[in-house]
């Protein structure tokens, strides 16, 4: 049982399906991944030799971590995390704590730096 806020967990996941244009979706998609105490949203895409009209079924997406939202539950707080290349996650210091998770969504969207998409 995860101890995430719901409403919060569903806002993260609407964010992420609208990041991607309909076009792309069958190249690119993210995803949010759910443990107890944080999401984790993911990059999954179709390896290249398998894009084209129809590829393989079985064929599986690769997966990059894009940024981690952590959930501190005494406090109700968000705090977000970037990724450095060895897939290590930082706690994003130019960013302060909030109760809103769509703060920290908003903030990867308005990233000028190049953190999170690079």
Known sequence: MTALP???VA???RWCAAR???????????DCEVADRHLTV?????P???????????VEWTRLPIARLHYTQI?????LYWRD??????????????????????AIDHDRNGIFFG
């Open 6 to 8: 719901e409403t919060d």
């Open 11 to 13: 806002a993260v996941r």
């Open 20 to 30: 991607i244009p309909d076009h792309a979706r069958h190249q690119v998609y993210l």
């Open 42 to 46: 993911v990059e999954r895409r179709l």
């Open 48 to 58: 290249y030799w398998a894009d084209g009209p129809d590829p393989p079924a079985d």
């Open 75 to 79: 406090r109700r707080e968000w705090t």
């Open 85 to 106: 290349r060895n897939l290590r996650f930082h706690l994003h210091n130019h960013i302060p704590p909030t109760a809103t998770v769509t703060d920290l969504l908003a």
